[in-house]
């Protein structure tokens, strides 16, 4: 019982530490609101380290990852029939968010659904703690998803990542 409240406690500083850091790579890259995309950023710089090992493994890094959202980006704007200056859109980002209020956390679709995922990828509530590679897992399950295409671009598939993720979590249940 103890063990499972432990857990819990590190699952909700964990949460926090994820979901802040979410959103300030979500604001780097010009967005107001985090997408699953910018959880898994988020992911590389918690302290466990699982999801850098994973993204050690699968021979990326996160610049690798950066461009590749990037590419994706440009070319659903592209889709559309919108031109993108990377100059211009950079600069013009940090106004359009400064508008943006604080209160209830908000989030993109694809995150809102990526946390379900995460829940679930974890088990029995207190099993184990949250790992950064429970983020690159709960991802895998994504298939159309700016994040899934991106790693998709870079060659690596949702089986490999998730099969690269398992293997940095614990085994116990």
């Known amino acids: 019982m103890f063990k ?3 857990n819990r406690l590190a699952d909700v500083r964990q949460l926090s530490r994820l979901c802040s850091e979410a959103e300030q790579q979500a604001r780097q890259l010009g967005q107001a609101r ?37 590419s994706q980006h440009a070319e659903a704007l592209a889709a559309a029939g919108i031109a993108l200056d990377p100059a211009s859109a950079a600069a013009a980002a940090p106004q359009a968010l400064a508008g943006e209020a604080g209160g209830l956390y908000r989030a993109e679709a694809s995150a809102q659904v990526f946390m379900q995922r995460l829940a679930a990828a974890r088990g029995p509530m207190g099993s184990r703690r949250l790992h950064s590679a429970d983020v690159l897992l709960a991802v895998s399950q994504e298939s159309y998803s700016l994040a899934a295409r991106a790693f ?7 089986q490999r990542l998730a099969t690269a993720a398992r293997a940095e979590l614990p085994q116990q249940a």
């Open 34 to 70: 985090p997408g699953s995309e910018h959880f898994t950023l988020a992911a590389l710089a918690l302290p466990d380290g699982s999801a850098l090992r994973v993204f050690q493994q699968l021979g990326i890094d996160a610049a690798a990852y950066r461009a590749a959202l990037q």
């Open 152 to 158: 998709q671009q870079l060659g690596i598939s949702a």
């Open 4 to 6: 499972a409240i432990r």
